[in-house]
């Protein structure tokens, strides 16, 4: 089991970790939503839960919730500039399927 930042992720998540001094890392989950049944949830982590899953990437903690982990397992996560947009970009092998507005996805 693995979550990965690339480096470009992870110097934005450092941005966000210096603006916000209580923070010990990122938190990356799911929730249950849109066409397709699931979407990103990505935030600062203030505390780890006793169900959290942590992993280190590029000298982060990346905290994942129990619930979350069966379907983000194994994501690369990255940064990109694209014009004016700036915005994470979520690689997970466990998608099969992304509604056309690109909001949600679906798993094996």
Known sequence: MAIALTE?????????????????GLRFGVRRTGCSGW???????DAIAADDQVFESQGLKVVVD????P???GTEIDFARKGLDAEFVFRNPRVRAECGCGESFTVE
Not at 39 to 45: G, M, Q
Not at 66 to 69: F, K, N, Q, V, Y
Request: charged share 30%; glycine share 6%.
């Open 8 to 24: 470009a992720a992870a110097r934005r998540v450092h941005e966000f970790l210096g603006r916000r001094p209580g923070a010990i």
């Open 39 to 45: 979407a990103y949830e990505v935030d600062l982590a």
């Open 66 to 69: 129990a619930r979350s982990l």
């Open 71 to 73: 379907v983000v397992d």
